[in-house]
């Protein structure tokens, strides 16, 4: 079995992709789209993180997270927030995927990948692309043909700031990490 390692940094900036299982488009909706917010905000409300940047897409989400200075836990907040919307959602909608043996033996609902994706920031430029990425990320997949038509991206609150302009489409992306 692979040993997974994790890099912890006491407050540090994280990059995450999270997947839902087999790629399922389980946030097309808007009911599902908000039981993952509650389930979002509910954890950051226990286990406190500032999102830097963030896009939803129909089966995986990117964001940025800043921890507060002292906590490194990233991984509880990704199964906190897993674990509600698992549940409201398979309560909801009566959908989990069909299982294996290894998610019935461990009681695990077929709506995540088991793991995630996680990088360290490591400075502005490391900060810098992958914002550009994230924002990016719906053109990339087909989703939309301008960064600016994805609704559910941190991309319209970069604009809102003055931060991007809104016909921004990947390119010039000077940030502060800091902010």
Request: proline share 5%; charged share 30%; net charge positive.
């Amino acid at each position: 079995m692979p040993e997974y390692r994790r890099f912890y940094l006491s407050g540090g900036v994280y990059f995450f992709t999270v997947v839902a299982y087999d790629r399922k488009p389980l946030w097309s909706g808007p009911k599902a789209r908000e039981m993952l917010w509650v389930a979002w905000e509910e954890t950051k409300k226990r286990r406190p993180f500032h999102v830097e940047a963030f896009v939803l897409l129909p089966d995986h989400l990117h964001c940025i997270w800043r921890l507060p200075e002292g906590d490194a836990d990233f991984s509880t907040r990704w199964k906190e927030i897993k674990r509600r919307f698992s549940r409201e959602f398979g309560l909801t909608t009566g959908i989990g995927g069909e299982r294996n043996p290894s998610r019935i033996k461990k009681g695990e609902a077929a709506i995540w990948q088991r793991r995630f994706w996680e990088h360290a920031i490591r400075d502005q430029y490391d900060f810098t692309n992958h914002v550009a990425y994230i924002h990016f990320n719906p053109v990339k997949h087909g989703l939309v043909n301008q960064v600016k038509d994805w609704p559910w991206s941190s991309f319209h609150r970069y604009v809102a700031l003055g931060i991007l302009d809104l016909d921004w489409g990947g390119i010039d992306l000077s940030l502060d990490a800091g902010e």
